[in-house]
């Protein structure tokens, strides 16, 4: 699995970092859904200079029962397809800094 950039967790609940990939390079953010009402609404927007660049899912590990946040991306540089990731922890990193973490599906 590939890293494509790294966040920090905020106090507020939000993630800020970057993103990086061969045609992308951006600081994002991923803030809380405010607006969500139903289960299947995202728990998370991705937003890059407050342009909507995707969301996140709080999803439940099956091998370790952790939660993690699943996230779906979308922009023209990378095509007709969406750029799935994950939010993991960064090697040797406090518990604060997760890697996002390329999950390609075919």
Known sequence: MSSIGQVTRQSNGSYKGHLKTLAFRAEISIVPNADKKTDEQPDYRV???????????????????????????????FGPKKLYANLGRAAGQDDDIFAIIWNPRS
Do not use: N
């Open 47 to 77: 937003l890059c200079g407050g342009v909507d660049l995707g969301a996140g899912w709080i999803k439940r590990s099956e091998s370790s029962g952790a939660d993690y946040v699943s996230l779906s991306l979308s922009d023209p540089s």
